[in-house]
């Protein structure tokens, strides 16, 4: 049995997630990619461990007691409501190694520091100095972080820290929700960052559209993309998406064209594909295609990309080649996270229309 196992076993979920007197919170990660995260993290005994987004307090209970008695973790969340239940829970099962702090955790916890590990299990819009400044030399990230400047569009990346400077050692497929500069009510369905127009009636539509920087103020390219999708001309059956998709929008975000666009229909199903003010056509997870009409010009750009898509034969997140970028706009400093692969022929957005 490994450190990890033990400490699954030691920490029971549902007192954290599923409390008799605080009730249960949505503001959890699912056991099984905790799991692959902390495994991905390789947290050791006395180490500090930097925790952004408390959550239920499940994982922060976990973190300590793979730190052990010896070790730390700080755990920072923008709620203080999350803050007070964790907090709470700790003490109830005399959990002493974790402090709870309210914060933004893109900042990280400068007096905390030096860590020794940092994971996240939210997702910033890039790799922040902060957290780079914040680990030892030779320490470790675990991180969810943008491959576009779009929602829903992330890989799980493992990095290493030497000498101030990030390398990816490992990506996985997978994501969590954007992080937040305030608190948000846990009814919130449309995320707060790359979102170029939403439709709240009667169920919230909204659309994200990598070519932004050629929109106009009152984003009326976004308003007609996501309108012929709400009402598309055309469908079509192509085959199901859901086992692929992570290596499809990763692909697509390695492709890199300033018209790839994500769209989230009804607050029900999102769909990732290509877009203008006057063409629209997206790929479904469950394998339909949607456009504006038959002859669609964004229809004939979507199929062009499942077909050099489909020769590259499907690649896996894993199999891309990825790069940490250094940022040094306005925004957030840090380093955004570059996919690229053999089979594609990138058409980088520009920085303009990344923000």
Known sequence: ???????????????????????????????????RELAALQVRASDRVLEIGTGSGYSGALLAHLCGPEGRVTSVDISEELIRRA????????VTGVDCRVGDGLAGYSAAAPFHRVVSWCAPPRLPTAWTQQVVDGGRIVACLPIAALPST??????????????IEAVAGGGYAQST????????????????YCDSQPNPSWIGICWRAVDDAQHTGARSALSQLLHPGYTDTY????LDWRSWYTWS???????????SLRNEIRGLGHTT????????????????????PSLHALRTWLQRWEHAGRPTPESFSCTLVPHG????????????????????PTAAARR
Do not use: K, N
């Not at 990890?4 to 056991?31: K, M, Q, W």
């Not at 085959?239 to 859901?242: K, T, V």
């Not at 975000?253 to 769209?263: H, I, M, T, W």
């Not at 706009?329 to 980088?348: C, E, M, N």
């Open 1 to 35: 049995m490994t450190d990890l196992d033990r400490a699954f076993d030691a920490v029971p979920a549902p007192i954290y997630t599923d409390h008799e007197r605080y009730g249960e919170t949505v503001h959890r990660s699912a056991p099984e990619s905790i799991r």
């Open 87 to 94: 907090t709470a829970i700790h003490l109830e099962r005399g």
């Open 154 to 167: 992330a890989l799980i990346a493992t990095v290493t820290v030497a000498a101030g400077q990030p390398r």
């Open 181 to 196: 500069s305030t608190a948000v009510d846990d009814a919130l369905t449309v995320p707060g960052r790359w979102v170029d």
């Open 239 to 242: 085959r199901p998406m859901e």
């Open 253 to 263: 975000a390695a492709f890199g064209d300033p018209q790839l666009s994500l769209v």
């Open 277 to 296: 003010p006057s063409s629209a056509a997206v790929i479904l997870p469950d394998g339909r295609i949607i456009a504006d009409r038959p002859d669609s």
């Open 329 to 348: 706009g306005p925004d957030l400093a840090g380093w955004d996270l570059q996919v690229s692969h053999s089979t594609v022929a990138t058409r980088r």
